[in-house]
């Protein structure tokens, strides 16, 4: 079935550690997307990425990197894992046309410790 | 600038009755607008969306919404709620080059 894969379902992270949400799709779309889910807050974009080789930074960056070195894969990087990054993160995919939806993973629940 | 407004947190309703969940915009531009769903442990998937063409709206599972531009509202309806629509809802409004904000969401409890 087609989608987004994203790995680990869940995991629990001693802070300081660092971390990779790993995320890949099979629809071949260009763009893809990190947010993270907190309640009451709704999804903030952390990392997006329009094509295979660029990336640019959303509304909650900091602490956070990625890579995107080709289309299907687009992994999450915590270089130092802190406490206020205890989150639910999803990663999404759109064909980047304008109005097209995103697609969305299960999402990887992170506790940092 | 543009910015999105749930105005409630929680709605709960009896299987068979509407489900009315409310979403208020704000945006510099003509706005994209969609709703999506969460249901436990998933990521979130899109019931419709509103790209100014018909401002009545028609989306998944018997869901719909309309588009009022004077009320600067996206409200969402479905005439009879059934126990599987328990879940999260997010309105979602896009401007012109694509940049989403999503709203806090709405918990959707069903009783019997």
């Known amino acids: 079935i087609a989608g987004i894969t994203q790995a680990p379902t869940s995991q629990i992270l001693a802070a300081g550690r660092r971390m990779t949400l790993r995320c890949t799709q099979d629809?071949?779309?260009?763009?893809m997307y990190w947010y993270r889910q907190d309640l009451g807050l709704g999804l903030r974009l952390i990392h997006y990425?329009?094509?295979?080789?660029?990336?640019g930074k959303g509304e909650v960056p900091d602490g956070y990197s990625v890579s995107r070195a080709n289309t299907d894969d687009f992994p999450l990087t915590l270089a130092s894992a802190v406490p206020s990054q205890t989150s639910v993160y999803f990663c999404?995919?759109?064909?980047?046309?304008?109005?097209?939806?995103?697609?969305f993973g299960n999402g990887t629940r992170l506790t940092v410790t | 600038a543009q910015s999105v407004t749930q105005l409630d947190s929680h709605v709960s309703v009896s299987e068979g009755t509407p489900v009315l969940l409310r979403c208020n915009y704000s945006?510099?531009?003509?706005?994209?607008l969609f709703w999506y769903v969460q249901h436990p442990n998933k990521g979130l998937q899109l019931l419709l969306k509103?790209?100014?063409?018909?401002?009545l709206v028609k989306g998944i599972n018997g869901f719909e919404a309309e588009f009022k531009k004077s009320e600067t509202s996206f409200h969402l309806t479905k005439p009879s709620a059934h126990m599987s629509d328990a879940a999260e809802y997010f309105c979602?409004?896009?401007?012109?080059?694509?940049?989403?904000?999503f709203g806090a969401g709405t918990q959707v409890v069903v009783t019997p």
């Open positions: 999404a995919s759109s064909s980047q046309a304008r109005n097209s939806p995103l697609h």
């Open positions: 629809m071949r779309h260009n763009a």
């Open positions: 990425s329009n094509t295979a080789g660029t990336t």
């Open positions: 945006s510099s531009y003509s706005p994209s």
């Open positions: 509103y790209t100014s063409a018909a401002t």
């Open positions: 979602v409004v896009g401007n012109s080059w694509g940049k989403l904000q």
